[in-house]
């Protein structure tokens, strides 16, 4: 037999491996030098989903995804103050001197894009709303004045409450800006009035950069808590230092290769794959545990290190190698989802994984070697064998029937649980709740709730959209948008033309509107044409804007808004020559990301189950035999679905990426068991002995995988990271119910079925009841 032939000459040369190993692990060691970090939200993006490529285009043009909202607050009465006003006169100035900045879609009372109208003699004066901070109360009053008498400023520049100013500031993107550049240079407007009576808050996209800086430096300083975790498992669990050594070597080893390979192929750390240590660590560590345990089962029925290391090696290996292929392939099918990030996320983890069965394969035996053999063994009693004693019978009794009877109970609950899933939910969950972003965020938001933009793009031919056709088809949908009370307000090119024509008009029945002559609009564009007009239109005018400012980004209520959306654009068509491009900004930037990323995790299960069912198929050398492999997995996630619709737990990307995980690493336990079942009938011939010893052998091993596995996750369930806590509690809940459905109710289909890979031609019925 090969793997025979290669465990002996092993065992005959450990120094040859260990030295080619080390050889390995120092070049591979040169890549962690090599690793950068990037936290930039634009490969956190489905760059193929619509959404995406229409907030590009209008990002290419007018901005809009770097919006940063600065909000003035006095911290007693109104912003309606000189000292007040002259604050947000120098916040202006200073934020148009920041990097990168786009004036023309600065906003505030003093941004020189905004501009008000007037009618002087039957000509149109365009002029800044506050040229200079007024003095007297007077001139505040006429400045009040002016701004409620423009229906798209009213509200905007200073809330309704008159507590907060907003000074609203756009970016152009930079391919090489760090995460965090802009959320910091943002922050330095207010250093200067750190002693003035005025409180300052900051809200936008790019201030969310410092939850995900914050996440990442958060989850490193979780991996030593995994580490010494796990560790501590291993050794309650193996009762040596060997056994608690060993594992823990292959997980950092493991964990090293793939950092290091990360580092040459240029995959850098992101928000997604900071968390590939952890996930390294604990399932390197159980691969690890698998082995162990057949070669101290060897050492014990051998009494013979050599021999011991050969056997384990022979009749795990094959195993190690099946289990580990799955789990590698079922992370690496996520390098088809089109997200940078994700796609970083699964070649990362499949690297790790793959090299911790190459480490258990050659390393590891070589290692065993050399080493005295572990004097001290598990203990075969205790709450373990109680518990794997109580399974047994459960499967033996009456054919299984109370554990078929009790999985379709639960599996009824899970489906009831299923159907109260909620989608989705706001961004903010996902920021601590005492974080200063998610903070600044609310307080905004008391007074101002639309922090969330969205923004549709009239397309045509030079001069189109000054056209009345175009200008009344965004009128009217704006009105269509604004029906839905998710919207706080709109701005587009039609409203300063309704402007215009309020102020040229103002004895028309109703001024505020877009007129039907085309020559009367091109009239006003051309009197009153200023700074104002290049938030909404290009200079050619073949461009046209529409902002809408939502009151949330809750994926569950952009989807619907935007899909009725859909349904009224293609009954009220764009006019001929123009189209509409629905829809940009952080609304519908989110709703892409969650659609994307949570049905791609739902399709990528179905990715992994299949790819589990070949591979085990394969090494099972049985096409029923990845059936019942694949079987305990999909009870598992119908219970996982159950957990998350009963408890709350929203189904999104973070959720459903824990799912698909578990989808991967739980198909270890059905295969280790099915090997081991198989390996033991063959053996012994008799059924219920077979059972018991696979319960007692590879049972064993399983649980305690599965305990190490869940208890290296429940390090990050105590966080203030939605994201991390998911983590930490939905990844053990999937390690407990993957391990329980691989001990109870694949084992009773197994014997129910009685299938040839693992009984061959034996007739024999089982041939004992508990």
């Known amino acids: 037999m090969l793997l025979e032939r290669y465990a002996r000459w092993l065992v005959r040369h450990p120094y040859w491996m260990l030295l080619a190993v080390a050889a390995v692990t120092a070049w591979l060691a040169t890549g962690i030098g090599k690793l950068v970090t990037d936290f930039n939200i634009e490969h956190s993006l489905p760059t193929d989903h619509p959404f995406i490529q229409i907030d590009r285009t209008i990002r290419a043009e007018f901005g809009g995804r770097n919006t940063i909202m600065v909000g003035i607050a006095p911290r007693d009465g109104d912003v309606w103050r000189p000292e007040i006003l002259e604050i947000v006169q120098q916040v202006t100035l200073a934020g148009l001197r920041l990097p990168d900045v786009m004036a023309q879609n600065v906003v505030s009372l003093a941004a020189p894009a905004v501009r008000y109208v007037s009618d002087e003699g039957g000509t149109l004066q365009v002029d800044y709303l506050m040229r200079e901070v007024p003095r007297t109360p007077e001139g505040i009053a006429e400045l009040r004045r002016k701004l409620e008498s423009d229906p798209q400023l009213k509200g905007m520049l200073v809330t309704p409450?008159?507590?907060?100013?907003?000074?609203?500031?756009?970016?152009?993107?930079?391919?090489?800006?760090?995460?965090?550049?802009?959320?910091?240079?943002?922050?330095?407007?207010?250093?200067?009035?750190?002693?003035?009576?005025?409180?300052?808050?900051?809200?936008?996209?790019?201030?969310?950069?410092?939850?995900?800086?914050?996440?990442a430096a958060t989850m490193g300083r979780r991996i030593p808590m995994t580490f010494a975790v796990i560790a501590a498992m291993m050794l309650l669990s193996f009762r040596s230092l060997q056994g608690m050594f060993i594992p823990m070597l292959t997980a950092t080893l493991s964990t090293l290769w793939a950092l290091g390979i990360m580092g040459h192929a240029g995959i850098a750390i992101d928000t997604w794959n900071a968390a590939v240590p952890i996930l390294l660590i604990a399932v390197a560590a159980a691969h690890s545990a698998q082995m162990l345990k057949r070669y101290v089962e060897e050492v014990t029925r051998l009494h013979d290190n050599t021999a011991a290391v050969i056997e384990s090696t022979v009749r795990i290996g094959p195993v190690m190698i099946a289990a580990g292929m799955t789990a590698s392939l079922g992370f690496a099918s996520l390098a088809l989802f089109g997200v940078q990030s994700i796609s970083n996320f699964g070649l990362s983890c499949a690297y790790g994984i793959a090299a911790a069965v190459v480490l258990e394969m050659t390393f590891i035996p070589a290692l065993r070697a050399i080493l005295p053999a572990p004097r001290r063994t598990p203990s075969e009693g205790g709450i373990?064998?109680?518990?794997?004693?109580?399974?047994?019978?459960?499967?033996?009794?009456?054919?299984?029937?109370?554990?078929?009877?009790?999985?379709?109970?639960?599996?009824?609950?899970?489906?009831?649980?299923?159907?109260?899933?909620?989608?989705?939910?706001?961004?903010?969950?996902?920021?601590?709740?005492?974080?200063?972003?998610?903070?600044?965020?609310?307080?905004?938001?008391?007074?101002?709730q639309g922090t969330t933009t969205m923004t549709v793009l009239y397309e045509g031919e030079p001069g189109s959209a000054k056209s009345v056709a175009v200008l009344a088809h965004m009128a009217a949908l704006q009105a269509e948008i604004e029906k839905d009370p998710l919207v706080l307000r709109t701005a587009s090119l039609a409203d300063l033309v309704k402007t215009l024509h309020k102020t040229f008009n103002p004895e028309d029945p109703h001024p505020y509107r877009v007129p039907d002559s085309q020559e009367l609009v091109s009239q006003l564009i051309f009197l009153g044409e200023s700074p104002a007009f290049e938030r909404f239109t290009d200079r050619s005018y073949s461009k046209g804007l529409l902002v809408a400012y939502l009151r949330d980004d809750d994926s569950a209520l952009v989807g619907p808004f935007l899909h009725r959306l859909e349904r009224w654009l293609a009954q009220h068509p764009a006019p001929a020559g123009s189209k509409v491009l629905l829809a940009g900004g952080a609304g519908p930037t989110v709703l892409a990301v969650n659609e994307h990323t949570t049905i791609g995790k739902l399709l990528n299960m179905l990715v992994v189950l299949f790819t589990i069912y070949l591979v085990s198929s394969l090494v099972l050398r049985s096409p029923a035999g990845g059936l019942y492999v694949v079987t305990p997995i999909v009870v598992t996630i119908v219970e996982l679905f159950g957990v998350i619709g009963w408890t709350g737990i929203r189904l999104d990307m973070g959720s459903a990426t824990v799912i698909a995980m578990a989808a991967g690493i739980g198909a270890d336990y059905a295969i280790y068991f099915l090997y081991r079942l198989r390996e033991e009938h063959r053996r012994r011939g008799s059924d219920a002995e077979a059972l018991e010893v696979a319960m007692v052998t590879s049972g064993r091993a399983v649980l305690f995988v599965a305990a190490s596995i869940g208890a290296g996750f429940s390090v990050m369930a105590i966080s203030p990271f939605l994201g991390m806590r998911l983590f930490g509690t939905l990844m053990p809940t999937a390690m407990l119910l993957s391990c329980?459905?691989?001990?109870?109710?694949?084992?009773?289909?197994?014997?129910?079925?009685?299938?040839?890979?693992?009984?061959?031609?034996?007739?024999?019925?089982?041939?004992?009841?508990?």
Do not use: C, W
């Open 740 to 770: 329980l459905s691989a001990l109870t109710v694949m084992p009773v289909m197994v014997m129910r079925r009685r299938p040839r890979f693992v009984f061959g031609d034996d007739p024999t019925k089982l041939d004992r009841a508990a």
């Open 384 to 448: 373990t064998k109680r518990v794997l004693e109580s399974l047994e019978r459960a499967v033996l009794r009456d054919h299984g029937r109370a554990v078929l009877i009790g999985t379709a109970v639960v599996i009824a609950l899970s489906l009831a649980g299923a159907a109260r899933i909620r989608t989705y939910g706001p961004t903010r969950e996902y920021m601590p709740k005492h974080s200063v972003a998610r903070q600044d965020l609310e307080a905004i938001e008391r007074h101002f």
């Open 161 to 215: 409450d008159q507590r907060l100013a907003l000074v609203i500031l756009d970016f152009y993107q930079r391919d090489d800006a760090e995460e965090g550049d802009l959320a910091r240079a943002a922050l330095t407007l207010a250093e200067p009035y750190k002693e003035a009576p005025v409180d300052f808050h900051f809200a936008g996209e790019p201030m969310l950069a410092f939850t995900n800086l914050e996440q």
